[in-house]
């Protein structure tokens, strides 16, 4: 057999191995689950729909009568495909780091140091997410309280 047929064979092969290895969820060490793709849009528009659901810590997963930060956008994101551990420190260390002038909507928007509190970025300075008595809301995270807490922010999607 020529070289240049066997070359051509291995690289076939190869080709083959990777689209099997991402088929079979070969990305799931990266600790994000992506079944389908997911868009922004799918994803606020889910988070939108829980607006005024009462916030509780330490809510369980799952649930959608009660919501603490984290348990929310690991319920949201999970709606639309990509699975998010249950902590915002967790959640904190997935996907890849963005700038905070590189916001995109879907983007998770983290505060405190060290990190206890996660939202989902939507545009225009504004974060869904759960606290206190709004429960699920929306907040301008470019001034007063959430600006100057804001911590750091990661892209999953």
Request: proline share 4%.
């Amino acid at each position: 057999m020529n070289t240049h047929i066997r070359n051509g064979k291995t690289k076939t092969i190869v080709a083959l191995m990777l689209a099997l290895f991402i088929s079979i969820g070969g990305f799931a060490g990266l600790g994000i689950s992506q079944a389908h793709a997911a868009s922004s849009g799918g994803v606020i528009a889910t988070g939108e729909r829980y607006m005024g659901v009462p916030y509780k810590f330490g809510a369980p997963s799952g649930k959608t009568n009660r919501f603490d930060c984290s348990s929310f956008t690991q319920y949201v994101f999970a709606q639309n495909g990509i699975h998010l551990p249950r902590s915002a420190k967790q959640q904190s260390k997935v996907g890849s780091f963005v700038p905070r002038n590189q916001l995109q909507p879907g983007d998770l928007v983290f505060f405190y140091s060290p990190i206890h509190h996660v939202g989902i970025y939507i545009g225009n300075g504004q974060v869904l997410h759960t606290y206190g008595k709004p429960g699920v809301t929306i907040s301008n995270m470019n001034s007063g309280w959430w600006s100057s807490h804001y911590a750091t922010a990661r892209r999953v999607m």
